[in-house]
């Protein structure tokens, strides 16, 4: 029973570092403009068949499709940007809806480019098991673990050292007084999406590498990354990853000790408790106090 439990909390801990990665975009924009993109996940999913159209085309490993999947990934939370950008009233609900649209949208496009079949990554060398004393694990889980890690060290990096990163943070914090400083809150948003498509990009590829896609998946993607962001607490880079990883391993628990069906009841329990003792998120409160 204790191996279980111990694989159980390796497991969640490397499905935290992916959900991390899916949430870290969203986090950013919701961070930046205060608006949540409801395509994000969406744009997770179109880099996930982009991983899977190389794959199944060209012969090529998942990783292979992480310079065209940028590419069109930016290129499409770029076009998200733009047509949000011109709502001028109620932005706040009117880019809700606009951006649940834009998700509708995406997801009936790949519906008719990749069909409504399943798909899963053919490579061997991402499926082969991992050994770490008594813990399993896929090899694709462990990599791109490490990539959500490093992803979002140098998100952090960015986000306290760059000029437009300091940007970014300065837009969020008042938009008005940013103006003042010289900033140029549209460029600075635009610059958020951008990185936001970048997240995206790898989100997808590693989804592909480690699970099974569908069409239908896009939303389920998005609200997952919400529930995280939430949970982190508006602007916090630290706090996305340990609410992946807190939800992450509630899920692996629940499905070990308990039954796969309350797996997304266990995420919706975690959600709540938190909000109910910590209203700002895990690090959020702390992070205003700072």
């Given amino acids: 029973m204790t191996e279980l439990i111990a694989q159980a909390l390796y497991s969640g801990l490397l499905q935290g570092g992916s959900y991390a990665l ?3 975009g969203l986090a950013l924009v919701f961070g930046t403009m205060r608006i949540i993109n409801l395509a994000h996940g969406e744009l997770v999913l179109l880099s996930a068949y982009i991983a899977y159209t190389v794959e199944s085309k060209l012969g090529l490993g998942p990783v292979a499709a992480i310079p065209i999947a940028l590419v069109v990934v930016c290129a499409a939370s770029s076009a998200v940007y733009f047509t949000v950008s ?10 809700l809806i606009l951006t649940f649209g834009i998700g509708v949208i995406v997801t009936n496009l790949v519906l008719l480019v990749w069909s409504a079949d399943v798909r899963s990554t053919t490579s061997s060398w991402l499926q082969e098991a991992f050994v770490v004393g008594p813990l399993y694990s896929m090899r694709s889980e462990l990599l791109f673990f490490g990539v959500s890690v490093l992803l ?10 760059s000029w437009y990163g300091r940007a970014v943070r300065a837009v969020s914090s008042n938009r ?11 460029r600075t948003e635009l610059v958020s999406f951008i990185v936001a498509g970048i997240l995206a990009a790898f989100a997808g590829v590693a989804l ?7 069409p239908a998946y896009g939303a389920a993607l998005t609200v997952k990354a919400f529930i995280i962001t ?17 939800l992450g391993v ?34 959020g409160a702390a992070r205003r106090r700072g």
């Fill in 86 to 95: 011109r709502i001028k009233a109620d932005r706040e609900i009117n880019s």
């Fill in 176 to 186: 008005d007084a940013a103006k003042l400083m010289g900033i140029d809150p549209g």
């Fill in 22 to 24: 899916i949430a870290l």
């Fill in 250 to 283: 509630a899920e692996a628990l629940t499905v070990t000790l308990a039954s796969s069906a309350l797996q997304e009841l266990a995420g919706m329990a975690l959600f709540l408790l938190v909000l109910f003792v910590l209203p700002n998120g895990l690090l």
């Fill in 208 to 214: 592909f590498s480690y699970g099974v896609i569908q």
């Fill in 152 to 161: 979002m060290g140098g998100l952090w990096w960015w986000l306290s050292r």
């Fill in 230 to 246: 939430v949970l982190a607490g508006v602007g916090s880079i630290p706090g996305v990853l340990l609410g992946a990883v807190l």
